[in-house]
């Protein structure tokens, strides 16, 4: 029962994710496809960029992924080692397929901090989780995400 709760929070959350990422704003450009690869978080950090500009760009980057690192571990239903690794790709397999459907549909740009940014987010997100794991002792495979709970 609770790994269904678990799975039904991850869908909201993976179609909010896919909402503000692709839908909540005009397209970049039509025909403008850019790809960025030079990482400018440093850049971004050290300008003359309002504080807001740097929260909102890096900051809303790690937030937007770090409910995906702390989610998709239930959505395994299991909790050791290889399933943190195992997140982690999949949330840099997640920011890889957003980014490359903004830059193929010109909605954005393919930038390379954006992946970062988010992979960094889905760390946070198992970090945050692991104390909850340890407090209620959900370690290794739990019966309490498992389907098979009476």
């Known amino acids: 029962m609770i790994r269904k709760i678990f799975l039904v929070l991850f869908a909201v959350y993976i179609c909010l994710l896919l ?9 970049y450009g039509y ?17 003359d960029e309002p504080l807001a500009f740097k929260v909102r760009n890096l900051g809303g980057n790690v937030l937007l992924f770090m409910p995906f690192g702390w989610l998709f571990p239930f959505v395994l239903g299991r909790f050791q080692k290889r399933s943190a690794l195992f997140t982690v790709a999949a949330g840099l397999a997640a920011s890889l397929a957003i980014e490359t459907i903004q830059w193929v549909t010109s909605i954005g740009i393919f930038d390379i901090d954006d992946v970062i940014l988010n992979s960094l987010g889905v760390v946070l997100g198992l970090l945050c989780l692991f104390p909850f794991v340890r407090i209620f002792g959900l370690r290794q495979e739990t019966r309490l995400v498992s389907d098979n709970q009476p």
């Open 31 to 47: 025909g403008m496809y850019t790809i960025k690869w030079n990482p400018t978080i440093l850049a971004i950090l050290t300008s």
């Open 19 to 27: 909402y503000v990422t692709l839908f909540s704003h005009p397209p």
